[in-house]
């Protein structure tokens, strides 16, 4: 693997040679010499410095998240190759919209870091490069592996697979429930004002309720492809999760303007009995001191399927450096010793099989178990019309400003038409 690299990295090495009088000079007769007036002296020119080679960088956009440990990570490569990583914190969501925009203009990055449904929009839109991961791949989780995979070719290396779970506060409730009317039971028998926390405006932790009654986001075909023809917002499933939302609402077991922020606040100052999030919290709650436990969403008129996600390393089609991109990805990444380190510093569920399998927390473990339905989110580009339209019909059921089945019915509507002009 080091010869590979080595070999990358000395392509990149650019050596500028001044070549003069490359024909050789005709020798004068004795006569000319003679009769040859004297040398005129030359000037000797003064010495233009040689400027040093251009120092070769890599730069990584990344969630504000992952930033330090992908930091420190990488100061390995640099002492050991000279090839500086240049990690620079973002909003997720402006990793992607800057990506769009800065790439093609020759100042995006090599690399980014993000979930894996952005893959179908940032390939349709000329952006990411595929990713070889040659004999390696079969290290990797195969579901991490489909899902940065798009129309036969990988554009992506998945380094942890995150899914949300039901946390409770095991004070308030010593038992898991099982069902969203057992879980309803312990509301009504606690009668505090926070009972599940659930975050306004969000599809992705409403998606697990909506699949515990049937409904899902896009149809699958028979070769289990996301079909974007079939939106099933407004499919009955689908309906029925939005009057149950609007139910929990009126009932009080759920309160409307909760953010992320709120939300876990709230669970770890105990105020809350329930909330549905990630992985992403355990750190927080950890340090917080508040007890929780963690099981699977629960069940309505079927099990609930949460949406599984992959985040991972992308290359950008318009890096300068491309094969040091992908080096960096497949030879030093790709490693036990790298993602080790990566699951140590982040605490959360890894794609990376060697390391998956050494991983005896009782807290991802939980994770596994409440992702044992889970969906890969669609890495589509038609996605990028569920999550507004979706979001805002969540909203306006918290917040009771809409019949609930004529705002998701509407949120349909919305996506059909987004999908129909391309946008």
Not at 305 to 318: C, D, E, I, N, Y
Request: hydrophobic share 45%.
């Amino acid at each position: 693997m080091r010869k590979r690299l080595f070999v990358v990295l000395g392509v990149l090495v650019v050596v500028t040679l001044a070549l003069a009088g490359c024909a050789p000079a005709a020798t004068p007769t004795p006569e000319e010499v003679a009769t040859a007036p004297p040398p005129t002296p030359t000037p000797v020119p003064a010495a233009t410095p040689t400027p040093p080679p251009e120092k070769v960088t890599l730069t990584i956009w990344v969630d504000p998240l992952f930033a330090p440990a992908i930091e420190e990570i990488s100061r390995a490569f640099t002492e050991q190759y000279g090839v500086e990583v240049v990690v620079q914190p973002m909003g997720m969501d402006d990793v992607r919209e800057q990506t769009l925009i800065a790439a093609p203009a020759g100042e995006g990055p090599d690399i980014i870091e993000g979930p894996h449904d952005w893959v179908g929009g940032l390939v349709e839109g000329g952006i990411l490069a595929p990713v070889d991961l040659g004999e390696k791949q079969d290290l990797f989780l195969p579901a991490a592996i489909q899902a940065f995979t798009y129309e036969g070719e990988l554009y992506g290396m998945g380094l942890i697979i995150e899914n949300v779970a039901l946390f409770r506060n095991p004070d308030l409730v010593p038992e898991a429930p099982r069902t969203w009317d057992e879980l309803i039971a312990v509301c009504e028998g606690l009668g505090i004002e926070y009972c599940l926390l659930l975050q306004q405006g969000d599809a992705y932790h409403f998606f697990p309720i909506q699949t515990s009654f049937g409904g899902y986001v896009f149809g699958l075909n028979p070769d289990g492809t996301y079909n974007p023809g079939d939106v099933g917002i407004d499919s009955p499933g689908s309906l029925a999760a939005a009057e149950w939302l609007d139910m929990m609402v009126k009932e009080g077991h759920i309160q409307a303007g909760v953010d992320f922020d709120t939300a876990r606040s709230l669970f770890a100052e105990g105020e809350a009995a329930f909330y549905i999030t990630g992985p992403w919290n355990l750190p927080f709650f950890q340090e917080a001191g508040v007890p929780y436990a963690i099981s699977p969403i629960p069940a309505g008129t079927e099990e609930a399927k949460p949406f599984l996600g992959v985040r991972g390393f992308m290359v950008s089609a318009f890096s300068e450096q491309p094969l040091l991109a992908q080096a960096y990805l497949a030879e030093f990444w790709a490693t036990e010793e790298a993602i080790q380190r990566y699951y140590d510093a982040t605490k959360k569920p890894s794609a990376f099989l060697p390391v998956q399998e050494k991983i005896v927390d009782p807290d991802i473990a939980a994770f596994g178990e409440a992702g044992l339905h889970a969906m890969p989110m669609p890495a589509i580009p038609e996605m990028a019309a569920f999550w507004g339209a979706m979001g805002d019909a969540v909203t306006l059921v918290m917040q009771q400003q809409a019949d609930p089945v004529e705002a998701f019915q509407n949120a349909a509507e919305q996506i059909r038409t987004l999908i129909e002009e391309g946008q």
